[in-house]
C-alpha cells in the first residue's frame, strides 16, 4: 500500500494507537494485502506524510545495526547451526526471537525433535568408493539439487528485508526445494521473480473458515508456473500455547497500558479426507501433498488416496501446535517397520530437528526423498540475509556427504 498507514486504538494494535505504522506493518505482510481485503469503505483517506509519529520498528534500528555490523562475527567462522542460531539471536528483535524460537506449551516436542536422532546410530560400510557423491534427489518426479529443502515458515521479513526472496536466492544456487508459507511477508510472486527455470517451489495452504478465500489464493497460485505442488497443511488446526510468544506480546501492551486480547484463528477445523481431498481436486490441477502426518496409520490412509495425494510430509509443525507428540522420525521409522509399502506409492519427505548433515542422512537411510529446516533458514537469512542461508545449507553437508555411499 503506497499511502502511510496510521493505527486508532483498537484490540490489536494499542501500542501503535496514533502512530505511522507503515513499517511495521510492511515487515510482516505482502503487499496488495489491504487492497485486496479490506473493504473500501475502511480507507478513511491519504496520511499526511508529516502528521504521525513513527512507530518503533520490529527490526533492530540503522544505529544498532550499524554498531552490529562492526562487531558480528563473519559468517565464514560460524561453523553450525548452533552458531548460526546465536548470531541471529543478537540481531532479532525480542518480537521476532520471540516469534521463531517460541513452541507450545512446555517445548517437549521441539526439544524431542532436536535430541530424538543422537539416538539414531549409523552404520558405516567399508570398501565403499566416497570420492564422488551425487547430492540431488527427486520429489514427484522433480529433480533437487539437494536432498534439503526450505520448510513454511512465516514472516520472513522480521528476520531481514530480503525475507522469503532472499531464502529463494540462496535455494537457487544450491538447488534446494523451497515451500512458500501462506502467511509468508512477501507476494509469491515477488519471492520467485529471480527463480531459475530449474528450481522448485512448493505452496502451503492452510484451508481458512472463508472457503472463498481459500479458492480465490488457490487460483492465484494456479496461475504461478514456478509452483509446482499444493502443499496442505494438517498439523495445525488450532493455534499452539506459544508462551514465550505470549509473554513478549504481554510485555508489549503492558508498555501501552493496553490488555491482551484473545488470538483469532482462521483455520478450518472440520477438514475431512473425502470432503477436502474432493474439494482441493476440484480447484487445482496440481500435485497435492499433505503436511502434518504424525502416525503410520494416517500414512497408510493418505497412501490409499494416491494418485490424488501425491506425497507427504511427516511434521509436528516444529512443535508449534501440539506438545508432547512424536517426532517425525519417529513415524519415519514406524512406516519403514509397518507400513514399508507406503514409500512406493508416496514420496516422504520429513522434517524437525535437522542439527547436522548426520541428521540429514539417518532420514534418508530410513526412506525420506529429503528433510526440510524451518527456523535454520530463519536464523540464517537473520544472520546475514542470502549469504546466511547460503552458510546454513552449506553447514548441512559439507562432510557428511561424501560419505553418503557408504550408507547405502
Known amino acids: 500500500m503506497q499511502a502511510k498507514l496510521r493505527c486508532t486504538a483498537n484490540n490489536t494494535s494499542n501500542t501503535l494507537a496514533g502512530k505511522d505504522a507503515t513499517e511495521e506493518y510492511d515487515t510482516i505482510h505482502p503487499s496488495g494485502l489491504l487492497e485486496e481485503y479490506l473493504d473500501p469503505k475502511a480507507c478513511l483517506g491519504v496520511l499526511s506524510a508529516s502528521a504521525p509519529e513513527a512507530a518503533e520498528p520490529t527490526r533492530i534500528s540503522s544505529q544498532s545495526a550499524s554498531k552490529e555490523a562492526s562487531e558480528e562475527t563473519p559468517l565464514s567462522s560460524l561453523l553450525n547451526l548452533a552458531e548460526i542460531e546465536q548470531a541471529a539471536k543478537r540481531k532479532l528483535s525480542p518480537k521476532g526471537w520471540a516469534y521463531y524460537s517460541s513452541a507450545t506449551d512446555d517445548s517437549i516436542t521441539k526439544i524431542y525433535n532436536n535430541l530424538i536422532y543422537r539416538s539414531i546410530l549409523l552404520r558405516p560400510r567399508v570398501f565403499i568408493d566416497c570420492r564422488e557423491c551425487d547430492l540431488s534427489t527427486r520429489f514427484l518426479g522433480l529433480k533437487l539439487g539437494l536432498p534439503i529443502y526450505i520448510s513454511p515458515a512465516a514472516m520472513a521479513r522480521l528476520a531481514h528485508p530480503q525475507g522469503e526472496a532472499g531464502i529463494a536466492a540462496a535455494c537457487r544456487k544450491f538447488g534446494a526445494m523451497q515451500l512458500i508459507s501462506h502467511n509468508a511477508s512477501m507476494t509469491t510472486q515477488q519471492i520467485v ?193 542470502q549469504s546466511g542461508v547460503e552458510r546454513t545449507l552449506q553447514s548441512r553437508f559439507d562432510t557428511q556427504a561424501k560419505r553418503i555411499p557408504s550408507f547405502s
Not at 249 to 277: F, H, I, N, Y
Request: charged share 25%; hydrophobic share 45%; net charge positive.
Open 193 to 385: 521473480a529471480n527463480a531459475h527455470p530449474d528450481q522448485i517451489f512448493g505452496w502451503q495452504l492452510y484451508c481458512l473458515k472463508d472457503v472463498k478465500r481459500s479458492e480465490k489464493r488457490i487460483a492465484e497460485i494456479n496461475s504461478i508456473k514456478e509452483i509446482k505442488f499444493i502443499c496442505l497443511t494438517l498439523d495445525a488446526p488450532f493455534p499452539g500455547k506459544r508462551e514465550i510468544e505470549e509473554r513478549q506480546k504481554m510485555e508489549e501492551l503492558r508498555a501501552a497500558g493496553a490488555v491482551l486480547s484473545p488470538q483469532v484463528w482462521g483455520t478450518d477445523a472440520s477438514l475431512t479426507w473425502e470432503r477436502t481431498l474432493n474439494w482441493l481436486r476440484m480447484h487445482t490441477s496440481l500435485p497435492i501433498v499433505l503436511k502434518g502426518i504424525q502416525t503410520y496409520e494416517d500414512a497408510i490412509l493418505a497412501a490409499k488416496h494416491a494418485p490424488q495425494v501425491r506425497g507427504i510430509v511427516l511434521s509436528n509443525h516444529g512443535g508449534r501446535a501440539l506438545d508432547t507428540v512424536s517426532t517425525p522420525v519417529h513415524v519415519l521409522l514406524e512406516i519403514r517397520r509397518f507400513c514399508p509399502e507406503v514409500f512406493d506409492r508416496l514420496d516422504v519427505i520429513v522434517d524437525g530437528g535437522i542439527q547436522r548433515g548426520t541428521d540429514v542422512v539417518k532420514a534418508l537411510a530410513l526412506g525420506a526423498k529429503a528433510v526440510g529446516i524451518g527456523r535454520a533458514a530463519l536464523y540464517g537469512l537473520a544472520a546475514g540475509g
